[in-house]
């Protein structure tokens, strides 16, 4: 079975450019997620997707970041303009959403962004 | 903002060894997961504890749940260079599936 696919692996841009992520989930993997991981923190759900829709975007800072998941398939989440303190490792991960076969999370290897 | 918090912020210890860590969290739960993640990498799973399981075990790893005290640990047993890596703990307080990660534990096999 494939895991979560990510790319780019590093992106390192200047402050005020825009930058784009995309996911690939596990197929038949109906929920995704987007996290942030600072250096030394663990990681911060940015938002959560249901199929296409979205479930959950509260901490997602919706002035700079968007993302968007059509199909229900792959995701992109995009930061613009970014900042300095965008600087971290971006996580997407996918799950069941069946409460029989538990609530883990797979992760994918995550994207190094370095804002310059 | 966290749930979860860990304890101790670093570990390090002898292979073969026993190591534990501790998480503490602030309100109701679903379930308890942790996750270890290797240098660089994203995160694995390792196991999970629902809110009305008190232990479970995998392999050499221990988890117990006090959902009185609102704490878990993790013990690994007889540790290996392998299990060098930062640890997790991740709350899920519904059943929406959303997980709350704490700042993690990490932990240092040496030969």
């Known amino acids: 079975e494939a895991g979560v696919a990510q790319s780019p692996r590093y992106k390192i841009i200047e402050k005020r450019q825009s930058v784009a992520f995309w996911c690939n989930p596990i197929?038949?993997?109906?929920?995704l997620y987007w996290y942030q991981q600072i250096l030394g923190q663990g990681p911060k759900l940015l938002i959560q997707f249901q199929n296409n829709g979205v479930v959950d975007d509260s901490q997602l800072p919706k002035d700079r970041f968007s993302a968007e998941r059509l199909k229900g398939v792959d995701s992109t989440l995009k930061i613009q303009p970014a900042k300095l303190e965008d600087s971290a490792v971006y996580l997407c991960?996918?799950?069941?959403?069946?409460?029989?076969?538990?609530?883990?999370?797979?992760f994918g290897p995550g994207t190094r962004l370095t804002v310059t | 903002s966290q749930q979860g918090e860990e304890d101790p912020q670093a570990l390090s210890i002898q292979e073969g060894e026993n190591a534990t860590m501790n998480c503490s969290y602030k309100?109701?739960?679903?379930?308890l997961q942790w996750y270890r993640q290797n240098s660089g990498r994203g995160l694995v799973h390792l196991i999970l504890?629902?809110?009305?399981?008190r232990e479970k075990h995998s392999g050499r790893l221990r988890v117990t749940l006090d959902t009185s005290k609102k704490s878990s640990s993790l013990l690994i047993t007889a540790s290996r260079a392998a299990d060098t890596a930062s640890y997790f703990c991740?709350?899920?307080?519904?059943?929406?599936?959303?997980?709350?990660f704490g700042a993690g534990t990490t932990v240092t096999v040496r030969a």
């Open positions: 991960a996918s799950s069941l959403r069946d409460p029989g076969k538990g609530y883990e999370q797979y």
């Open positions: 309100t109701s739960i679903n379930n």
């Open positions: 504890i629902r809110s009305n399981e």
């Open positions: 991740a709350t899920g307080e519904s059943n929406d599936y959303k997980l709350s």
């Open positions: 197929s038949g993997h109906a929920t």
